[in-house]
């Protein structure tokens, strides 16, 4: 995982002034409001490719049924400029460089076995986010299992 001095020598200050808007390769349900469905999401200029190759290979590999099915399209966000939860750093989401999915079963602080994405059927999806760059704070640290983030 990268430092804030490593993230803003790659990707600058945090904030909305690199954000491009991603169109997604299928809907994603708002997280807490599962009615709403989103086509769209903007997330920062450098990281879009991979993030696109990633939920590409998601639907190749599970389609968009079995998404649906195991929460992985619960989009739980990607841009907020903010700090992070009971500390002075910067929030990752601050330079729209993570993905949070799925946030009610794979809350901040629910580790294995409890965390949905610590399921094995689970396994492949996160393979593919490393595959592209991004890490688990699930499998590097067993909690906020929801959060992807960038690392290089």
Known sequence: M???????AKYGEPG????????????MRIAW??????????????IAPNLMFVLVDLLEHYGYEKIKELGIDL??????????????DWSRHSWGIAIDLDPARNGLKVG???????RDEYKPMI????????VSYGREKNYDWMHFEIAE
């Open 2 to 8: 990268l430092s804030t001095k490593e993230i803003i």
């Open 127 to 134: 393979d593919i986010f490393y595959k592209y760059g991004f």
């Open 16 to 27: 909305d002034k690199h954000l491009v808007t991603l169109e997604l390769p299928y809907p």
């Open 33 to 46: 409001d599962t009615k709403v469905t989103v086509k769209t999401v903007r997330c920062h200029d450098l």
């Open 112 to 118: 294995k076995p409890k965390a949905q994405f610590s």
């Open 75 to 88: 989009f739980g966000g990607i841009y907020n400029y903010r700090k992070m939860r009971g500390g002075n």
